[in-house]
């Protein structure tokens, strides 16, 4: 037994003080610039607020904004807008991404010039993107509509924006083309942990390159998959710069979605109650959203711990 | 000066004109035309060549006129934000904002303004979160119709010509009307201008149209962008139908206004804002004018539903689009786009340039109407000033900001002046000389209707009057069953719906 006692541990509330005090100016910068517009944004949302009056003339009207705003129809067409533009963008982004990654995990000439090439739209600046596909979609003078025109595929320019049918589905292109460099990137890192031992094992096992995929590759991916979806579900569900841009949510509200239809009913309409309750919505949306996020990724952690 | 002429300024003779104050005179002397014209001024008298003869009949003397306003050594300070010129306005715009500043220096050398030059598409915003954090400026400079949104909520101060030394006669009264909220006046119109419709006389020519006419009536209109496009191969007119954008209602409310339709009554005499029209004949001609355009005809852009203007001057300067409905500095955009182009396309944009013309919009079966434009200098209550409002310096600015000589200077390129007076001055004279087609937009000034005085008329007019439009032309609906819908948002609108 040594002569020298060990130094006494700090008392466990002491170390939970200073871990509070390391934590507590994130926690108030937090609260300031999140927390109280929170606060504010669903307080706001019990109260009318025509433009025709100020603000501390709000009308308080208890559920009022939400009842309207489920029940309108508008609601339920951007709703489904929304609905359309998430699921089709996380798809294809995601399958886009993971094919790309797949080929980036394989050794060949240019790879490194390949994924820099592949990380361009994603780096590429929103606003300047969605400027860029306006004119090749343009339906009068577009490039893309020119070249149709040109090859003899069409006998006139191709109407992507100007059409209510196909107006969602060409910004999903432009969706998916601007972030599938994302799921790329996420898979890529987790493809460069599966061991190669495995694949080698596979292979002795008479494994062919479809189930080395299925067997061997996909559960490896399982946790960066999740976590990828639904990092590319938060983003499209927060989507405003492509649709925004590009067409403003219409024609006759064929690409609006959620996002497009607040920052409408509160910056173009003055009606901050309503965009507030709209926003109260999208909040527990994403806040479910959050929840199973935050799940994926301590699931390995609660497993390592039990 | 003709009998015609001097009619049209109520009576008054050459000398009198000369002899300096008739400013208030132009209108106020017209009580037959007050009674006549929404504006005041008969459409008939006021032609580009009448505007070109009353330039420079008229001296002013700005610092002898502000100092009966507030003394010329007042000493005080000022908080002013408006949308100035950018990095994107002709040099010429930022030298007389500089001038204007160091102008008002010398007049007034103990007033301290601290000025906030703002972008347009940023400054509503702002001001509205400054007016509600109590941190608005003292004076602002608003496009028309921002004015009485804040005049609603209580956050501007009651002022009126008389405020500063004029009457409500200097002003259009149309002008005047957008600066009134429940009978109260809340701001000076600084500027105002009305827009005018523009071709290429060169495309007219191809399609075996006579290249100096403009169409007579938006009937014909809808002839020629068929013949045009049948002829040519190119699109006739530059149809805006884009929702959330200010384009479309400048663009497209003239057409409803010509046909007798509107949105509310503001197209009549004594408007109340109260009756919806969005869903009478005249309306429905109208929207079935842009139906049969753009899906019987396709003689226009396909890309009109989101399209603004800004989408229209390139075809138009690379020879693709024939008319549109142009501001009175769209000639120097195309001059500008057309120095800017390189090669080829620099002999068409030269070309286009060359065969660029300027007339008046056309006529509908009820009148000639044209979107009354402009901006407004407003006083923000002392409640909602950041500090303390010092109302004599704001007087003493609007007074030397809106009188004859600078509303003429300050609206060199892309307006007019909103004191009746500039248009006699020598600078409107100079501005007549140097800007082509100035006098036919400034013609158009006494077809001007402005857009409802009503808060929620931002609301109707980017939001209700574009989907409406969107709805015809995608066939969502018939043009009978979206003037209904329109009808019904402004119905819900003004009953507190969403």
Not at chain 1, 258 to 283: K, P
Not at chain 2, 352 to 381: C, D, E, Q, T, W
Not at chain 2, 467 to 492: E, F, S, W
Request: proline share 6%.
């Amino acid at each position: 037994m040594s002569l020298l006692a060990a130094p006494k541990p700090p008392p466990r509330w002491r170390r939970l003080l200073a871990d509070y005090a390391y934590v507590a100016p994130a926690l108030g910068v937090m609260l300031l610039v999140i927390g109280y517009p929170i606060y504010d944004t669903v307080y706001l949302s019990f109260f009318n607020t025509p433009p025709s009056l100020a603000m501390e003339d709000k009308i308080y009207v208890g559920l009022d904004n939400y009842a309207r705003i489920l029940a309108s129809d508008s609601f339920r067409e951007v709703t489904w807008n929304t609905f359309i533009w998430t699921v089709f963008s996380t798809f294809f982004a995601f399958l886009l991404g993971l094919g790309a990654a797949l080929s980036l995990n394989r050794e060949f000439i240019g790879r490194g010039l390949m994924r820099g090439v592949l990380l361009v739209p994603y780096v590429v600046s929103g606003v300047s993107a969605a400027y860029i596909w306006r004119w090749l979609y343009h339906s009068d003078f577009g490039v893309i509509g020119a070249a149709s025109v040109a090859l003899g595929i069409t006998d006139r320019p191709f109407n992507f924006l100007d059409n209510v049918d196909t107006v969602l589905p060409s910004l999903i292109v432009v969706n998916v083309w601007k972030e599938f460099s994302f799921a790329m990137i996420m898979l890529l890192a987790g493809l460069q942990t599966v061991p190669d031992q495995l694949y080698r094992a596979a292979m002795v096992d008479g494994a062919g390159p479809w189930h080395r995929f299925w067997h061997v590759t996909m559960p490896h991916l399982k946790s960066v998959t999740i976590v990828t979806v639904l990092l590319l579900l938060v983003a499209n569900l927060n989507s405003f710069i492509i649709p925004w841009i590009m067409t403003g949510g219409g024609p006759v509200g064929a690409s609006d979605i959620w996002i497009t239809a607040i920052y409408q009913l509160a910056f173009e309409r003055v009606r901050f109650g309503i965009a507030s309750a709209y926003s109260v919505i999208l909040f527990i949306v994403m806040m479910a959203m959050g929840y199973f996020y935050v799940k994926a990724l301590t699931r390995r952690d609660e497993a390592e711990a039990r | 000066m003709t009998d015609k002429e001097q009619a049209a300024l109520g009576g008054l003779t050459r000398r009198q004109l000369m002899g300096g104050v008739a400013g208030a005179g132009l209108v106020a002397g017209m009580p037959a035309f007050a009674q006549t014209s929404r504006t005041g001024v008969d459409a008939a008298t006021w032609t580009p060549e009448f505007v070109s003869s009353i330039a420079g009949t008229v001296q002013v003397d700005t610092a002898a006129d502000c100092a009966k306003v507030v003394p010329l050594n007042y000493k005080g300070r000022l908080t002013y934000w408006y949308v100035g010129p950018n990095e994107a306005s002709p040099q010429i715009d930022k030298d007389i904002d500089a001038q204007f500043w160091a102008a008002f220096a010398k007049t007034y050398p103990n007033i301290t303004v601290e000025k906030q030059n703002l972008d347009y598409n940023q400054m509503l915003n702002k001001t509205r979160t400054a007016a509600l954090g109590n941190a608005a400026p003292m004076v602002a400079k608003f496009p028309i119709l921002w004015g009485v949104e804040f005049a609603a909520k209580g956050q501007l101060s009651p002022f009126k010509p008389e405020d500063v030394g004029f009457t409500m006669a200097d002003f259009w009264p149309g002008a005047m009307k957008s600066v009134t909220w429940q009978g109260k006046t809340y701001g000076i119109p600084t500027n105002n201008e009305t827009m005018a419709l523009t071709w290429n006389a060169a495309l007219f020519a191809a399609a075996g149209l006579d290249p100096e006419k403009p169409p007579a009536t938006w009937d014909d209109l809808v002839v020629y962008s068929k013949l045009i496009k049948e002829k040519t191969g190119k699109n006739g007119y530059g149809l805006v139908a884009r929702t959330n954008a200010g384009n479309t209602p400048f663009r497209f409310m003239p057409q409803l206004w010509a046909y007798g339709g509107g949105a509310l009554d503001e197209s009549e005499p004594d408007p109340t804002y109260k009756k919806i029209m969005i869903n009478n004949e005249g309306s429905r001609a109208a929207l079935q004018a842009s139906y049969d355009m753009y899906v019987r005809d396709r003689s226009v852009p396909v890309s009109a539903l989101t399209n603004t203007q800004t989408e229209n001057q390139d075809p138009f300067i690379a020879g693709q689009l024939a008319m549109m409905i142009g501001h009175p500095s769209e000639y120097a955009a195309m001059l500008d786009r057309a120095k800017k182009a390189t090669g080829d396309d620099k002999k068409i944009a030269d070309a286009v340039v060359a065969n660029m013309r300027y007339g008046l919009i056309p006529k509908g079966a009820a009148r000639r109407a044209v979107v009354f434009g402009g901006s407004n200098a407003h006083v923000f209550n002392p409640k909602v000033v950041d500090g303390k409002l010092d109302m004599d310096a704001a007087r003493a600015f609007i007074a030397f900001s809106t009188g004859p000589e600078w509303s003429t200077k300050l609206a060199w390129t892309n307006s007019n002046p909103g004191h009746l007076t500039g248009f006699r001055t020598s600078w409107m004279k100079e501005r007549l000389e140097q800007i082509r087609f100035l006098n036919v937009t400034t013609s158009m000034l006494p077809n001007g209707i402005p857009f409802p005085v009503v808060p929620i008329s931002g609301e109707i007019m980017n939001i209700v009057v574009p989907d409406m439009m969107q709805n015809a032309l995608t066939k969502k609906m018939t043009v009978a069953q979206a003037t209904d819908d329109a009808a019904r948002k402004i119905k819900g609108l003004m009953g507190g719906d969403l």
